[in-house]
C-alpha cells in the first residue's frame, strides 16, 4: 500500500499545471425534485462557452489513428464546452440527464487504440458528449459503456498528455453514477450521494467518509466538570473537524456533509439558488492554491460555477470575472434544429451603487 500511494504521489506530481479541482454535489427538494451543480477549476485561464445540440448533428470520435465512434445526437442538449471543442464537457439533455468531467489525475488510464477498436472510440474531451446526447436515464448509460473505449487522444489545449478525467452522471429521478477509466476499463459506481471531486478513485473518497461520522450540524451542548462549565465559543461546534482545505479529499467530505445537512428547499427553482450558495463554500480564490512551473507560478481558481435543474432543463452558470448568475433554457431552443449553437462565457461583474436611494 505504501509503494502504492508513493507512485500516485509521484504520478500526481508529474502533472503538469492543469490541477482541476472541481465538486460536484446534488440537493434534493421537498417536491421530490433534485438539482445537481459544480464548481470548475483550472491553473490556467480556460476559453469556455456554453453550447447547444440539436438533434442528429452527428460527431466523429477523435483518435491517434484518426477518426473514432460516428454517432448522432438522439437527445437535444446544452452545457459548457472548452476551448474550441465541439464536445458539452458539463451540461443537461432534454430528458433531463446531466453529466461532468472532473480531473482525475494520476489515476486515468485509457485504452490503447488498434484498427479493431478504432471504431468504438472516443477522445477524453468527448465522452462527456457522447453520454448527454445519447442516453436519458443512468440504467441506459450502464448498458451503454458497453458500446464504448476512451482513447488515448491528445488535445494540445489540455497539454502534451490525454487529459486525465473521471465522470459523474445524473439523471432526473436522482439516480447519479461515477464512471472512472482505469487501465483501459470502466469502473462504474453508483453515487448515492450525487458528490464527487478529483483523484483518488470514488470508493476511497466513500471509504474516507467513515473519518468524518461523528459531525454534526447541531452544536455541541455545555460540558461539566467537578462545577466548571465548559461551553462552545459559538455557533458551528458540532462540525469541529470539518476538513477545510482544498485537497479534493477535504473538498469531498465537506460536499458530503454540506448537501447532506441543507434544509431542502420547496421546489427546483429555490433549489437551485440553495446549490449556487453552498458551491460558494468551494470558490478557490486566486493566490491560495498555486504551482510553480519552472519559472512560472500557475494558481488554481474557480473559473466556472453552474446548476442544472432536470425539471425545468435549465443550465444556470456564472464566471469568475461576472458574478452575475446566467441561464440556458433548453425549451426554448429548436430540439430538432440543423446548426450547433454556441456563446462565450465572458462579462464584468456589475456593482449597483445605492447611495441616492437611501432614505
Given at each position: ?93 432534454e430528458k ?40 436519458s436515464t ?195 431552443l429548436d ?25
Amino acid at each position: 500500500m505504501f509503494k502504492n500511494l508513493v507512485l500516485t504521489a509521484l504520478l500526481t506530481a508529474a502533472i503538469p499545471f492543469f490541477s482541476e479541482a472541481c465538486t460536484g454535489l446534488m440537493l434534493k427538494a421537498n417536491d421530490g425534485s433534485f438539482v445537481h451543480g459544480r464548481t470548475l477549476e483550472f491553473g490556467m485561464k480556460l476559453d469556455t462557452s456554453i453550447l447547444f445540440i440539436p438533434r442528429g448533428y452527428e460527431f466523429h470520435g477523435t483518435t491517434p489513428l484518426g477518426d473514432g465512434l460516428t454517432y448522432k445526437a438522439k437527445y437535444a442538449a446544452t452545457g459548457a464546452m472548452a476551448f474550441d471543442v465541439p464536445s458539452i464537457m458539463d451540461g443537461i439533455n432534454e430528458k433531463g440527464l446531466a453529466v461532468g468531467a472532473f480531473y482525475f489525475p494520476g489515476f486515468a488510464g485509457y485504452s490503447d487504440i488498434t484498427k479493431e477498436n478504432q471504431s468504438k472510440a472516443l477522445a477524453p474531451v468527448e465522452f462527456t458528449n457522447w453520454i448527454i446526447t445519447q442516453f436519458s436515464t443512468v440504467e441506459e448509460v450502464k448498458q451503454g459503456l458497453k458500446e464504448v473505449i476512451i482513447a488515448k487522444t491528445v488535445d494540445k489545449s489540455w497539454g502534451d498528455a490525454p487529459a486525465p478525467f473521471h465522470f459523474i452522471v445524473y439523471d432526473k429521478s436522482g439516480k447519479s453514477l461515477v464512471i472512472e477509466p482505469i487501465e483501459g476499463a470502466f469502473k462504474v459506481y453508483d453515487n448515492p450521494l450525487g458528490v464527487i471531486t478529483n483523484s483518488p478513485q470514488f470508493d476511497w473518497h466513500m471509504t474516507n467518509l467513515r473519518n468524518f461520522i461523528n459531525l454534526t450540524p447541531f452544536n455541541v451542548s455545555p460540558l461539566k466538570i467537578d462545577g466548571l462549565t465548559l461551553a462552545p465559543f459559538g455557533q458551528g461546534s458540532g462540525m469541529v473537524g470539518l476538513p477545510g482545505d482544498f485537497t479534493p479529499p477535504s473538498r469531498f467530505v465537506r460536499a458530503a456533509i454540506f448537501s447532506i445537512t441543507a434544509i431542502p428547499s420547496e421546489t427546483s427553482s429555490e433549489a437551485v439558488l440553495q446549490a449556487f450558495h453552498i458551491l460558494n463554500q468551494f470558490d478557490i480564490p486566486v493566490g491560495v492554491a498555486k504551482q510553480k512551473v519552472g519559472d512560472v507560478i500557475h494558481t488554481d481558481y474557480t473559473q466556472l460555477t453552474g446548476v442544472r435543474d432536470p425539471q425545468s432543463l435549465r443550465f444556470y452558470f456564472k464566471g469568475y470575472e461576472d458574478q452575475t448568475i446566467r441561464m440556458v433554457d433548453l425549451k426554448q431552443l429548436d430540439f430538432n434544429g440543423k446548426s450547433l449553437l454556441r456563446k462565450k462565457i465572458s462579462g464584468t461583474q456589475k456593482v449597483i451603487d445605492l447611495s441616492k436611494d437611501l432614505k
